[in-house]
């Protein structure tokens, strides 16, 4: 009878291959219990026959089209899944030597999570920008009310989550095109809003791929997405304000903030980008200026939301 493996590693792609590659021989490399479920969507390069040069029985592959929402693929795999704990591996990063072994033997003596991420080295394409180490978390009481009011501080690649608290709670990825570029978010609102325990180990074990959003317009459909799912919980899941009026000038001043570096970065329509976040800061100067000292304190002590 085989063992049951301790991790399922679900890795979702599209026309990725050599980074699947590195993907791939970084899970392989690691030395613990585990199974790899490849889902492609239907890619035209030589992804499958990557993946079919890897002769390991502990590895699925499965085709399954995802019209462009990797949540779909995500579940795919979680469906196939048969480990005690799912790992989600995105195809365009790898994880660092020994990074199951740590967390297995870690999760074995802290059997109380639910969810446990990592840190990440973060390295920029093209190395538009210098590389650096991402920390994530930290954990707190009311968990889903942070997420809401302070934005996503979790990694999909950095991140494994116990099946049982899944299965049990009913929770999987929106298949939403609504949510597209920000579902880890609304997966992670989920899990905190059952109650899930989290726990963030600060140690940089997998490299996260940064893909530079290079069009304006690009950007324009990211912000679309976080508000989708901003106001899907505000309206319809989160219960600790009635006040949603406040809730929603909170999101108006993310979403200011967000442009306002968005445009920076690109070089883009600065004046524009002046112009909102100047509105932003006269209509709600206390928001304003709570996100502002939040978002420098994130910073100076290397904490990271995505």
């Known amino acids: 009878m085989n063992k049951q493996p301790f991790f399922s590693v679900v890795i979702p792609t599209y026309n990725q291959d050599e980074l699947l590659k590195k993907a791939l021989n970084s899970v392989i490399a690691q030395k613990e219990n585990y199974e790899i479920i490849v889902i492609d969507n239907f890619s035209k390069d030589k992804t499958e026959e990557v993946v ?48 199951l072994e740590i967390i297995e033997n870690f999760l074995k003596k802290h059997k109380e999570y639910d969810v446990l991420t990592t840190d990440e080295r973060i ?30 501080c979790i990694s999909t690649s950095a991140t494994v989550v116990k099946k049982e608290f899944l299965i049990k709670n009913n929770i999987f990825f929106s298949e939403d095109k609504k949510f597209v570029t920000v579902e880890d978010y609304d997966f992670f609102l989920n899990l905190a809003f059952k109650n899930a325990k989290f726990k963030f180990l600060h140690k940089v074990l997998g490299t996260h791929l940064y893909h530079q959003r290079s069009a304006s317009g690009d950007h324009v459909k990211h912000h679309d997405a976080y508000k989708a799912v901003f106001t899907h919980h505000a309206n319809n899941i989160q219960t600790f304000t009635k006040d949603k009026k406040k809730l929603f000038k909170i999101l108006n001043c993310h979403i200011a903030f967000m442009t306002f570096a968005t ?4 070089k883009n329509n600065l004046i524009n980008a002046f112009i909102i976040l100047s509105k932003n800061i006269l209509i709600n100067p206390i928001i304003s200026l709570n996100y502002l000292i939040k978002r420098i304190f994130l910073k100076l002590t290397r904490v990271n939301f995505r």
């Open 52 to 99: 079919k040069n890897y002769k390991q029985k502990s590895l699925k592959y499965i085709k399954k089209n995802n019209n462009g929402v990797i949540g779909i693929s995500r579940n795919e795999g979680i469906k196939n899944s048969n480990g005690l704990w799912i790992a989600f591996l995105d195809s365009d990063d790898f994880w660092h030597d020994k990074r």
């Open 123 to 152: 390295v920029y394409e093209n190395n538009k920008k210098k590389a650096k180490n991402w920390k994530y978390g930290p954990y707190e009481k009311n968990f889903y009310k942070k997420l809401i009011l302070e934005g996503n």
């Open 263 to 266: 445009q920076v970065n690109l």
